[in-house]
């Protein structure tokens, strides 16, 4: 389980993060939806502590990421996959290449390093890619291999930072599928931080939505549609929030 426990989060005069409190389940993959620049990304980084808090705190299976010294975030890290919004791989190295620097890292002994490539790049349907560099690929290939990149590892945890952004619809719907055979196949907890509505409520276990520093509501993807929240009904029907919202269920 990660739990955000009051987090605050500013920097200089710029409030980001006002009180966040927040219970991501073990084992479902949980939504966080907010408008750009609402401090969706810093969350993330509070998890793998490339960001502290300035008040509150920030639990990962009942450690406090705050508190961990050097080894113990190091160990936390080893734990954790990340998918980044543009992939960020290596230019300069094949596919394989790319796949293989954080498993050989580890220390992982070659057969298995070979076998956890071969096998990440079947579960996103990447096969014989291997050979090939990141500029061959398509922008949609490319994140797939950020979320084979991040299988290789075993985690426990993987974080997604928009990993539909710029995507068409087509495109966007194989890496939702991929989001969700990866946490059926290998029990894999999820945090995914998005604006795209559709592609959220279709691989979310539950939905948080990020306002104003704070989570404004927070439930199954049901209990978000519908939910009479005027903000949230004004980001779900694409209001600028100076209109009321219809009710759940009502015609515009």
Same mark, same amino acid.
């Given at each position: ?120 790049? +079947? ?8 050979? +090939? ?49 990866? +946490? ?69």
């Amino acid at each position: 389980m990660i739990e955000f426990r009051g987090v605050h989060k500013a920097f200089g005069d710029r409030v980001v993060l006002d009180g966040v409190d927040l219970v991501i389940p073990t084992g479902e993959t949980t939504v966080i939806l907010g408008a750009s620049g609402s401090g969706k990304s810093v969350l993330l980084k509070h998890i793998v502590g490339l960001v502290e808090p300035d008040q509150g705190d920030v639990l990962v299976g009942g450690e406090s990421v705050p508190e961990l010294d050097y080894d113990g975030l190091q160990a936390l890290r080893r734990r954790i996959g990340f998918v980044f919004q543009f992939a960020a791989l290596f230019d300069s190295m094949t596919i394989d290449q790319n796949l293989r620097l954080a498993l050989e890292h580890r220390k992982i002994p070659a057969d298995e390093v070979t076998e956890r490539v071969t096998e990440s790049l +079947r579960l996103v349907e990447l096969e014989g890619v291997e050979d +090939r560099y990141p500029a061959e690929l398509s922008g949609g290939m490319r994140k797939r291999v950020g979320i084979a990149r991040a299988i290789s590892l075993r985690p426990e945890y993987i974080l997604y930072d928009e990993p539909t952004s710029g995507l068409d619809p087509v495109t966007t719907a194989v890496i939702d599928e991929l989001m969700m055979r990866a +946490r059926e196949a290998l029990g894999i907890t999820g945090v995914v931080v998005s604006h795209d509505l559709r592609s959220a409520f279709r691989v979310g276990d539950r939905v948080a939505m990020l306002h104003e520093g704070r989570i404004r509501e927070a439930g199954t993807v049901a209990a978000i549609q519908a939910s009479s929240d005027p903000v949230i009904r004004n980001f779900i029907e694409g209001r600028t929030g100076t209109e009321p919202a219809p009710a759940p269920g009502s015609r515009p």
